[in-house]
């Protein structure tokens, strides 16, 4: 796991570190692509599965993946899922699309 830090001024770091994640530092130049892409050129496995801090998969989504990591044979190049954009009182979404999450 990899957690690229864009600033925060909280224990977001050390508390990465206790799950095992490699952290890094990134200056926040108000450009989320530049952050991620830094983030991809620290990738040492074969795919990625990036997500920003404020994302959340769904129980869903992570048994889906789980389903993924099990196939023998996993010749897919990116694999999206929907992307809620933004949600009604009630915490359903609203509108989405679909982004990319593992490649």
């Known amino acids: 796991m990899i957690i690229v830090d864009t600033g925060s001024t ?3 770091k050390d508390i990465a570190r206790t799950f095992g994640a ?4 990134f200056a ?3 450009d989320f692509s530049a952050a991620r892409n830094f983030t991809f050129g620290k990738a040492t496995k074969d795919y990625i ?4 801090a404020d994302d ?4 869903q989504d992570r048994a889906r993946f789980h ?3 099990e196939q ?3 010749d897919y190049d990116a694999v999206s899922m929907p992307y809620h954009l933004t949600l009604d009182e009630e915490g ?3 509108q989405y699309l679909r982004r990319n999450r593992l490649v």
Do not use: N, S
């Not at 490699?22 to 530092?25: K, N, R």
């Not at 599965?49 to 920003?52: E, G, V």
């Not at 959340?56 to 129980?59: A, D, F, I, R």
């Open 10 to 12: 909280d224990y977001t």
């Open 22 to 25: 490699t952290v890094y530092d």
């Open 28 to 30: 926040w130049i108000d």
């Open 49 to 52: 599965l990036w997500l920003y």
């Open 56 to 59: 959340v998969l769904e129980e």
């Open 67 to 69: 389903h993924l990591k």
């Open 72 to 74: 023998q044979d996993f």
């Open 92 to 94: 359903k979404p609203v």
